[in-house]
């Protein structure tokens, strides 16, 4: 076992007291996701995470953290989310990796698994798992660094104000990426430059001598530049002033190529991904390897490793009610700008094309207004037929023509046996929506029923 903690580490990292010797190997919040040799961390939210203690030793934990003098393998501490923070602190402390947050409305969990798929082949990197991007993941992902990671990609997103300059200095990051400003979370915010404001936190916590990455392209950077006056500042995108700048892109239904100038410097990047979005994804991964001094063609090569992240364009073949079809999987969230991403991207596979749409969350009052405005990008990607889930998708069905409208549902489990009903051989069926629209069950019923 690789030790990542020691007992009295973790006791002198949090100022806690242990109550017995041992190591750990990783961290965990969860006992269903809990490893052999992991750290518990009991947090309270709906349930007092100490009522799984026993579960969690049961599962494998080495030792856990605890507010409770009495319990067994434990450093005590008196707040435990307070000391999962210090944890992380220290974390950050021991190792030398230089860090790069990655923020913006859309786009971050994709460009992060991309930079950390594009890093480890150039040195020992580390990555916030899944979307663990909030005042628990960031300290996890911190708290989880080996001291000796060359590189530390981390994901940070927001939903107020004021939550990303907490998590910008919690990272201390090296280089800030924001990939782009768009009416993400809207509900929470008087206006889109508000968001715009939020997202610009991140430059708060960087280095005295990092840099902040800003996409040439969005319509917010020059308020970004202005509220970051001061600090280093490198774009990216098509504009002519970029200082890494897309010259052209070529993309088809599995990838792509983007050409880029990187400071006079040409290099060409093949893609394993679907969609126009790739070429901004790929070359702000690019302008943080530039920042990072790093190799450039190393670099262009590494990223034809890149996949589709879980729930964000993964593509699967699937045998359903007896058709073959392709099923793409956007399932994990959505806003405007994503949607019209995956949508785009689906419009360059060949075949019939199928949308299973299910309400996109916290839009604020301009809510119903942007669910039915994705009727014409599905009119011109081709869409022959559109099932919807949720009130705010009745605003969407009612803009499309009445030929493409399939059924609506307050579910998505209500929607699979309509699904059956409208496939043919050959189709192409997109599915997405917010989290809380449950189509990642969907999805995975399909897919086990699909394998099958």
Same mark, same amino acid.
């Given at each position: 076992?690789?030790?990542?903690?020691?007992?009295?580490?973790?006791?002198?990292?949090?100022?806690?007291?242990?109550?017995?010797?041992?190591?750990?190997?990783?961290?965990?919040?969860?006992?269903?996701?809990?490893?052999?040799?992991?750290?518990?961390?009991?947090?309270?939210?709906?349930?007092?995470?100490?009522?799984?203690?026993?579960?969690?030793?049961?599962?494998?934990?080495?030792?856990?953290?605890?507010?409770?003098?009495?319990?067994?393998?434990?450093?005590?501490?008196?707040?435990?989310?307070?000391?999962?923070?210090?944890?992380?602190?220290?974390?950050?402390? #021991?190792?030398?990796?230089?860090?790069?947050?990655?923020?913006?409305?859309?786009?971050?969990?994709?460009?992060?698994?991309?930079?950390?798929?594009?890093?480890?082949?150039?040195?020992?990197?580390?990555?916030?798992?899944?979307?663990?991007?909030?005042?628990?993941?960031?300290?996890?992902?911190?708290?989880?660094?080996?001291?000796?990671?060359?590189?530390?990609?981390?994901?940070?997103?927001?939903?107020?104000?004021?939550?990303?300059?907490?998590?910008?200095?919690?990272?201390?990051?090296?280089?800030?990426?924001?990939?782009?400003?768009?009416?993400?979370?809207?509900?929470?915010?008087?206006?889109?430059?508000?968001?715009?404001?939020?997202?610009?936190? !991140?430059?708060?916590?960087?280095?005295?001598?990092?840099?902040?990455?800003?996409?040439?392209?969005?319509?917010?950077?020059?308020? !970004?530049?202005?509220?970051?006056?001061?600090?280093?500042?490198?774009?990216?995108?098509?504009?002519?002033?970029?200082?890494?700048?897309?010259?052209?892109?070529?993309?088809?239904?599995?990838?792509?190529?983007?050409?880029?100038?990187?400071?006079?410097?040409?290099?060409?990047?093949?893609?394993?991904?679907?969609?126009?979005?790739?070429?901004?994804?790929?070359?702000?991964?690019?302008?943080?390897?530039?920042?990072?001094?790093?190799?450039?063609?190393?670099?262009?090569?590494?990223?034809?490793?890149?996949?589709?992240?879980?729930?964000?364009?993964?593509?699967?073949?699937?045998?359903?009610?007896?058709?073959?079809?392709?099923?793409?999987?956007?399932?994990?969230?959505?806003?405007?700008?994503?949607? #019209?991403?995956?949508?785009?991207?689906?419009?360059?596979?060949?075949? #019939?094309? !199928?949308?299973?749409?299910?309400?996109?969350?916290?839009?604020?009052?301009?809510?119903?207004?942007?669910?039915?405005?994705?009727?014409?990008?599905?009119?011109?990607?081709?869409?022959?037929?559109?099932?919807?889930?949720?009130?705010?998708?009745?605003?969407?069905?009612?803009?499309?023509?009445?030929?493409?409208?399939?059924?609506?549902?307050?579910?998505?489990?209500?929607?699979?046996?309509?699904?059956?009903?409208?496939?043919?051989?050959?189709?192409?069926?997109?599915?997405?929506?917010?989290?809380?629209?449950?189509?990642?069950?969907?999805?995975?019923?399909?897919?086990?029923?699909?394998?099958?």
């Amino acid at each position: 076992m690789t030790v990542l903690w020691t007992s009295n580490d973790i006791a002198a990292a949090t100022g806690g007291k242990a109550t017995a010797d041992f190591s750990v190997s990783g961290l965990s919040i969860d006992t269903r996701s809990l490893q052999p040799g992991d750290l518990f961390v009991p947090l309270k939210d709906t349930r007092d995470g100490h009522d799984f203690i026993e579960a969690a030793f049961a599962a494998g934990a080495a030792g856990t953290l605890s507010e409770y003098a009495d319990t067994d393998r434990a450093v005590h501490v008196t707040h435990v989310d307070a000391a999962l923070r210090a944890l992380g602190q220290a974390g950050r402390a #021991r190792s030398g990796a230089r860090r790069i947050a990655v923020t913006g409305s859309v786009g971050k969990t994709s460009i992060k698994d991309a930079l950390a798929t594009i890093l480890a082949q150039l040195g020992r990197t580390h990555k916030s798992q899944r979307s663990f991007n909030n005042h628990i993941g960031v300290p996890i992902t911190l708290a989880t660094l080996p001291p000796d990671t060359d590189f530390a990609v981390f994901e940070t997103g927001m939903n107020h104000a004021g939550e990303l300059t907490d998590l910008s200095h919690q990272v201390a990051p090296h280089v800030a990426l924001i990939t782009t400003v768009a009416a993400a979370h809207r509900a929470n915010f008087d206006s889109v430059e508000a968001i715009a404001d939020a997202k610009a936190e !991140i430059r708060h916590g960087l280095l005295p001598n990092g840099t902040l990455i800003l996409n040439a392209d969005n319509s917010y950077t020059p308020r !970004i530049r202005s509220l970051a006056a001061g600090q280093k500042i490198v774009t990216f995108g098509r504009a002519k002033d970029s200082d890494i700048r897309i010259l052209s892109s070529d993309h088809h239904a599995d990838g792509g190529t983007v050409s880029l100038d990187i400071a006079g410097q040409a290099i060409t990047v093949s893609l394993n991904v679907a969609g126009e979005h790739w070429a901004s994804n790929a070359a702000a991964c690019m302008a943080v390897v530039n920042v990072l001094g790093l190799d450039l063609e190393a670099a262009a090569r590494a990223m034809q490793h890149v996949t589709a992240s879980g729930g964000r364009g993964d593509v699967h073949a699937l045998t359903l009610s007896d058709q073959a079809i392709t099923l793409i999987d956007e399932s994990y969230n959505a806003n405007p700008a994503s949607m #019209r991403a995956a949508i785009s991207a689906a419009a360059l596979r060949p075949g #019939r094309k !199928i949308a299973v749409l299910g309400d996109m969350h916290e839009l604020g009052p301009d809510e119903l207004d942007l669910h039915a405005a994705l009727a014409e990008p599905l009119v011109q990607a081709g869409f022959s037929r559109v099932l919807t889930i949720g009130e705010c998708m009745r605003s969407l069905r009612g803009a499309l023509p009445r030929a493409m409208r399939g059924l609506h549902a307050d579910s998505a489990d209500q929607l699979r046996d309509a699904l059956s009903d409208e496939l043919q051989a050959g189709d192409v069926v997109l599915l997405k929506g917010s989290n809380a629209a449950g189509l990642g069950q969907l999805v995975s019923r399909l897919k086990q029923e699909g394998a099958a």
